[in-house]
């Protein structure tokens, strides 16, 4: 069956309907990673938004929900070059088309994905609409895809209610064990044991902004228990819990439309509990202190990001999927300073903050698709907390 993916501009990409019949109109973005998309497809961070994989073939691994970063595919839809409709891997249980039928979700394939990415780095990111309709009336189309807003996600993507994930310790090589475990065997722990031990029995307060999966493995994987709240919980609510530490996570959209979290966040900041916060986090909570956010062109989203820390000159490689940045020009010193920057563009990457137990950063460091050079700011979390209990 025919496709077509209309932009606002008015290109018209004619190929092949893959996924759920039906149109959809979204924001249309484009994604640089080579692998991972299962990953994107279920990162919360999509909702509200149609994207674009540049890789050209697309689904040769196939689906392996163990690897799923949340609950269901959150994208509005799905564009490929070339879909692989026959996987090779041993864990696959299920095709690309098989996931996007099971929870509705259109696409398209046979494109010109490289002149799609081209357009949407040229002139900015825009509305697109995903139909099997072939076009008659494109300035009616045009005039409704402008109308289009992706508005307040968040609300869709988090939780519903409180739960707590206990952490663990993997002292075997296999199973894990009591996070409160006392470690008595090998004389050189491997590295993952002794961030877990350092770790154990601290509890973390998770914001679920629209939160993947690995950010709690990675803190459960550090011994610590993780208690996940949903987006709009009052802080006081989270403060008499009595946590060791805040983690605010990704999320969609706009961070200026979430005006109720952004109150909870000041009381949040207000408190000495150590805070961790990742990308809509990390836009959140300098929101919530006094700075600004602004729409990039076409933003960053992919895995191959460089980024520096500006303490010790050393550049990382990172995941990254977020098209809004916190304005570096109207940062107050006083409350917090760069910490991190994109090497392409010198955008805002991260920020500490003046007098806190308090950093934050824009790229991903738990990194599901992705490099994990960054994976050592939850050890430094860890240690905030660690520090906090000490004083």
Not at 52 to 60: D, E, Q, R, S
Not at 152 to 180: A, H
């Amino acid at each position: 069956m025919k496709a077509f993916l209309i932009l606002e501009d008015g290109t018209v990409f004619e190929g092949t309907h893959i996924g759920a019949d039906k149109e959809i109109i979204s924001e249309i973005v484009f994604n640089t990673s080579m692998a991972g998309y299962l990953e994107v497809l279920t990162d919360p961070s999509y909702a509200g938004q149609a994207v674009c994989m540049t890789y050209p073939l697309i689904g040769n691994y196939g689906i392996c929900r163990e690897d799923m970063e949340s609950r269901k595919i959150w994208p509005d839809g799905f564009i490929v070059r070339e879909l692989s409709r026959i996987p090779s891997n041993f864990r696959c249980n299920a095709t690309i088309q098989d996931v996007l039928c099971e929870y509705d979700i259109p696409g398209i394939a046979g494109i010109d994905t490289r002149a799609l990415t081209k357009i949407l780095r040229e002139k900015g990111t825009m509305n697109g609409m995903i139909t099997t309709h072939e076009p008659t009336d494109l300035e009616l189309i045009k005039e409704k895809l402008r109308a289009y807003t992706v508005g307040n996600v968040v609300d869709i993507v988090t939780c519903e209610q409180k739960y707590s994930l206990k952490g663990s310790l993997d002292l075997s090589e296999n199973g894990p064990i009591s996070g409160s475990a006392k470690y008595t065997g090998e004389k050189e722990m491997r590295p993952s044991l002794v961030r877990a031990l350092n770790g154990a029995g601290k509890k973390v307060a998770l914001l679920d902004l629209g939160a993947k999966d690995n950010i709690a493995r990675n803190l459960i994987q550090r011994g610590c228990d993780v208690t996940v709240y949903p987006a709009r919980t009052p802080a006081e609510e989270i403060l008499a819990d009595q946590p060791d530490g805040i983690m605010l996570s990704n999320g969609p959209g706009d961070p200026k439309t979430c005006t109720v979290v952004i109150e909870n966040i000041k009381k949040l900041y207000a408190s000495n509990v150590p805070i961790f916060a990742i990308c809509l986090g990390h836009q959140l909570m300098a929101l919530a202190t006094g700075a600004d956010t602004y729409k990039m062109k076409y933003g960053h989203r992919g895995g191959n990001h460089p980024v520096k820390d500006l303490a010790t000159g050393r550049v990382y490689i990172s995941s990254q999927n977020h098209g809004y940045v916190v304005d570096m020009e109207k940062l107050d010193p006083s409350i917090a300073t760069p910490a991190f920057i994109n090497v392409n563009d010198g955008t805002c990457e991260g920020l500490a903050y003046t007098g806190k137990n308090i950093f934050t950063v824009q790229f991903h460091p738990e990194a599901c698709p992705g490099p994990q050079d960054s994976g050592y700011l939850f050890d430094r979390f860890i240690q905030m907390m660690e520090v906090e209990k000490d004083a």
